[in-house]
């Protein structure tokens, strides 16, 4: 288990992961294993990309914030996490950066994994917490392939190892670019609990892999 992060009412975080993650996102780790969407992938007929939400004014679907806010708890690593609308139910495993300094995702070889970034607060503290997950793999589609699917609204269930669950409301869901991630406003602090859930979205192409990146925004509570 990792250690524990500072105090939960840290200074907003920034620097160098933020970008990291723009390029990670699964995209990066995507091409290097050779999956995509049926027809432009090699061997990837059943891998597919998330279904693209409609375009907006603030490049993508997002509704009313949650109404209140949950009191934060400690410190303690996500062990699994729940989506009922989706029928989403998977484990949770802390992944950190890789050796290029890319942020490393869930191994391929499970696809119903999930990966909780450790550089970030642990869901359900105060700030922003990031989950990370394989829209595809060889296989077949991967635990967050229906991600794009999300409203606002929708619930979001995070079981702690310390037994209790964070429970967020989906307030916004958008398809962005890989190229000029907005990252300080998609990873910036928050007073309160809040969760970001990101995997692959887009076109995918041999030579750069997926051009976008699908974020929901959710908060604790609701």
Same mark, same amino acid.
């Given at each position: 288990?990792?250690?524990?992060?500072?105090?939960?009412?840290?200074?907003? !975080?920034?620097?160098?992961?933020?970008?990291?993650?723009?390029?990670?996102?699964?995209?990066?780790?995507?091409?290097?294993?050779?999956?995509?969407?049926? %027809?432009?992938?090699?061997?990837?007929?059943?891998?597919?990309?998330?279904?693209?939400?409609?375009?907006? +004014?603030? =490049?993508?679907?997002?509704?009313?914030?949650?109404? =209140?806010?949950?009191?934060?708890?400690?410190?303690?690593?996500?062990?699994?996490?729940?989506?009922?609308?989706? !029928?989403? /139910?998977?484990?949770?495993?802390?992944? %950190?950066?890789?050796?290029?300094?890319?942020?490393?995702?869930?191994?391929?070889?499970?696809?119903?994994?999930? %990966?909780?970034?450790? @550089?970030?607060?642990?869901?359900?503290? &105060?700030?922003?917490?990031?989950?990370?997950?394989?829209?595809?793999?060889?296989? @077949?589609?991967?635990?967050?392939?229906?991600? +794009?699917?999300?409203?606002?609204? #929708?619930?979001?269930?995070?079981?702690?190892? #310390?037994?209790?669950?964070?429970?967020?409301?989906?307030?916004?869901?958008?398809?962005?670019? !890989? /190229? @000029?991630?907005?990252?300080?406003?998609?990873? !910036?602090?928050?007073?309160?609990?809040?969760?970001?859930?990101?995997?692959? =979205?887009? &076109?995918?192409?041999? =030579?750069?892999?997926?051009?976008?990146?699908?974020?929901?925004?959710?908060? +604790?509570?609701?």
């Amino acid at each position: 288990m990792p250690p524990p992060p500072p105090p939960a009412h840290r200074a907003p !975080r920034g620097g160098p992961w933020f970008a990291l993650l723009c390029v990670l996102l699964l995209g990066f780790f995507l091409v290097r294993t050779g999956t995509g969407a049926p %027809g432009t992938g090699p061997g990837a007929s059943a891998a597919v990309g998330p279904p693209r939400p409609a375009p907006a +004014a603030a =490049g993508g679907r997002t509704g009313a914030e949650p109404p =209140g806010t949950a009191v934060p708890l400690p410190h303690s690593p996500p062990r699994r996490i729940v989506i009922p609308s989706l !029928r989403i /139910d998977a484990p949770v495993l802390g992944t %950190g950066l890789t050796a290029d300094r890319s942020v490393a995702p869930p191994p391929t070889g499970e696809p119903n994994l999930a %990966g909780w970034y450790t @550089g970030s607060v642990s869901p359900g503290e &105060r700030g922003t917490a990031v989950v990370v997950g394989h829209v595809d793999t060889e296989t @077949g589609p991967a635990v967050f392939h229906p991600l +794009a699917r999300l409203g606002p609204g #929708d619930r979001i269930e995070v079981g702690r190892e #310390d037994g209790r669950t964070a429970v967020f409301t989906v307030y916004g869901v958008e398809s962005l670019p !890989r /190229d @000029g991630f907005p990252a300080g406003r998609v990873y !910036r602090d928050a007073p309160g609990p809040e969760l970001r859930l990101i995997t692959c =979205g887009g &076109r995918w192409s041999p =030579g750069a892999g997926y051009e976008e990146n699908v974020v929901v925004f959710a908060r +604790a509570g609701g």
